[in-house]
C-alpha cells in the first residue's frame, strides 16, 4: 500500500475500510453481548438513540467529543511528524488547573475566559517544552519522557487540588470557575457549551497548519521520511519542538475547555475523575479519525457518541457497566486497526529496512549512495 | 489490503443468524409497580461496603414491594449530571436514589430542572422540596470503634492505631473527628481500668480515591509498619485491599487470626478475613435508607427533606453477633465465600471477640448508651477548618 498522498478514490478506499472494520467491531460486540445473555437489539437501539437520537443526545455525544478533538490533534500532529506524543494526558491536567487558577482573580467575562484559555494552552505547551528538548537535545525517545511526566503532572495535579486550589467549603474539589469564566451553554437542559467551537476551530487551525503551510510540509516530511527530510534542509530539532509545542497548546486547550464548559461543577475533583483518561482516549480518537483533523472531529463525535450512547444502554437495556465498557473497547478496537496495518507497513517499509537497502545498493554494479 | 466482500458477507449473515436465534421471546415477568434508579458514583458495586449497601437496600425493596430497579454505574465524574438528568428525562422512575455525597451537584441541577421528579441523596444536602437527603452521624459510630480501637490497641501492646480514608469530603470529617474523640475516650477508660493511660495515637492518611484499592494496600501497609494495631476503613472499596495489607502482616508473622485488625466500614465486614481479622465494623445503615425511602414512595409518605440516622435510631452501630449472619448472606451472594463457610467463620469470630477482654466490651456499650441518652455529644466536622479544630483538640500524637 503506497504511503502517500492519495487521491480522492484512495480516500474512498480509507474510509470503506474504517467503515468495515466499525461494522465487524459492532457485530463482534453484538456477539459478546449474546454470550452473556444480553439483548443486543435493546442495547444498540438505546446505544444508538441515546447518542444521535434526539437533540438532547447529539448535544451530549458533542459535549463529550470537545475535548476529545483537542486531546486527539496533540496525537496526531506527532505523529503526521513521525513522532508518538502521548503527553496529552498530563498537559490536559495542568491546563485545567491553570484555567480553574485564573478563577481566583476578579475579571470581566470576555477577558476572562480569554485569559483562561491563554494561561490553559500555556500550561500544556510548557509541560511539553521538556520533552522536546530532551528529545532533540540528547535523543530521549518521546514516549518516555511523556508517561513520566503525565505521572509528575498527575501527583502534581493531586497536590494543588488538594492543598492550594481546593474550596475551602467543599475540600473535594478545587475551586470553581466563577460565573464570568465558564464557556456559555449552547443547548440548555444540556451539557454541550460552546467549548465545541473551540474544538472545532482548533481542529480546522491545524489541518491548515499541517496542509496549508511551509511548516506543516516540513513536519509532515520529517513524518514520512526523516533522512530524507534532514537531506532537504529541514532541521529536526525545529520540527521537534513545534510539533510538541503545538500538541502541548491542544492538549492544555482540552483541559480548559472541559472545566470551563462542564456543568454542574464547573471545577476539576480530587482523584480528577472526570478528567483522567481524555488524554489516553483521545489517541484511541486520532486513530480512528486516521490522524487527520477532520477525520478526528468524526471520530471524536462517534467516540462521544459511544459514551453517551453507552449510558443509554445501561438505563434502558439494564446492560450493566463493565460490559458497556467491553463493547465500546471492542468497537474502539476493530476501529483502529486501518490506521495500525497503516502505521506498522509504513514502519516495515521505511525505518527498519533502510539500511538494508544501503547495504543492497552498494552491492549492485555502478550505484554510490 | 483488498477487503473481501465475501467475508463480510459471510459475517453479515453469520451475526444475523446468530441474532435471530436469540430473538426468542423470554418469560413474560410480572409487570413492576414501580421503578427505582439507584445511579452510582465511580466507585461502583463491589465495594462490599457503600454502594452494596445501597443496592442491597434498594433491592430489597424492590423485592418487598414488586418494583423494578435499575441500576447506573458512572463511569467518570463527567457521568454524574447526564445519568441523574437521563433518569429523570426519562419519566419512568418513581424514585431516584442517587447513592453519595459526589452526585450532589448532578442531583441539585436535576432536581431543578424535573420538579416532578423524586430524588433521594444518600449523605449529602440538597435542599428542595422533591429531595430527600439522608445523612447519619458517622461521629458517632466512629466513637465507638475508635475507643475499641484505642483501648484493644492498648491491651495487645501497639502504640498506634490507623485510619485509611478516602478524598477529603465533608463525610469523611464526621468519621475522622468521631474516631478522634473514640481514640482518646477509649484512652482515658484504659487508665481508669489499668491506672496508666496508654496515649495510643493515631495515623491516618487520606488516600484521594475511593476506588484505587492498591492505595489502600499501601497506605495500611506504612501504618502496619509503624506498629498500628487497628486500621479503620474509611474508604469504601479500599478496605479490601487494607485487609490484604493486613493478611500478608498476619502471615509473615506465622499466625492466621490477628492482631493486626481492620475495622471495617458501612457494611457488617467482620466475616472477611475468614472472621478472625476484622474485628469490628462501624454499620453504616444505607441499605434501610435506601429502603425506607422506596418503601414511603411506595406507601406515598414521600416528603422532601433532610432525615438524619444516628446511634439512636440504628442509623449507625458497631457490628453484633445479629448482624454477623445477615451479612455473611451479603458476602455469599457477592461470591467471596461460600455457604460452607459460614460455621468456621462465626466459630473464628466468637474466639477473636472473646478474647478481647470484657471489660473493653463493657465499655464501648457503656460508651453507646452515654451517646444515645445525649450525656455525651461527640465532635463533628463538616468544612477543613473545623476538622482542623477537631485535630488540634484531639491530637493523638505520640
Redesign the interface.
Known sequence: ?QDREMGFAGRIEEL??TV?AG??GF?VG??IM?LYGY???SAYTALFS?AFGDL?SFS?SLA?ATPLILTALTFAIGFRGGMFNIGAEGQLYLGALAAVTVSLFHLPSGIGIALSIIFAILAGAIWSLPVAILKAARGVHEVISTIMLNWIAQFLA?YLI?KIL?D?????KTISVAEWGRLPLLVP?T?LSCGIFVSLFAAIIIYLLLWRTTIGFDIRAMGYNPLAATYAGIEKWKIILFVFITGGFTAGLAGAV?VMG????YAV???M??I??LGFEGLAVAMIGRNHPIGIIFAAIFFGGL??G???M???S?V??EM??VVEGTVVLFLAIPEL?RFFSFLRKVRIPLTFRIKRSQNKEGRQL | ?K?SPKL?GI??VA?VL??GL??IPAVAEAAPKGKI?VVLD?G?RGDLSFNDMGYKGTDKAAADFGLQM??????????Y???V???A??KSFDLIISVG??LT??V??AAK?YPDQKFMIIDSVVEAPNVMSIVFKENEGSALVGALAAMVAAHYGYPYVGAVLG????VL?HFEAGYRFGIDWGNKAYAQEKDTNPNTGLLYT?T???SDIAKGKEATKAMLAQKAGLVYNVAGPLGIGDLQAITEDIKAKGKEAGPPFMIGVDANQDWMGDGHRVLASMLKRVDNACYNASEAVVKGTFKGGLVVMGLDVQGVGISKDPDLLDFMEFGIGAGKITAADKTKIVSNWKNMRAQVPSWIWNAVADLEKQIISGKISVPNAN???EMKAVRSKYPLKR
Open positions: 500500500m470503506n475500510k468495515i461494522v465487524v457485530a453484538a456477539l449474546i439483548d443486543p437489539i441515546g438532547y451530549e463529550n493531586f488538594a481546593v475551602p467549603l467543599r475540600a473535594e437542559g451539557s472541559h462542564r456543568p454542574p461543577t475533583y480530587g482523584g475523575p472526570s483522567k483518561g459514551l453517551a453507552g449510558r443509554m445501561q438505563l434502558f439494564q450493566p457497566l458497556v465498557r496495518i | 489490503m477487503h463480510t459475517i453479515f451475526v446468530v441474532i436469540a430473538m434508579a465511580v461502583g435499575v441500576e447506573i454505574q458512572s463511569a467518570s465524574a463527567s457521568d449530571l447526564p445519568n438528568r437521563n433518569a428525562r426519562s455525597f459526589l451537584d448532578a441539585a441541577a430542572e478524598i477529603e469530603i465533608p470529617f487520606y484521594g480515591t475511593f468544612t477543613l477548618d
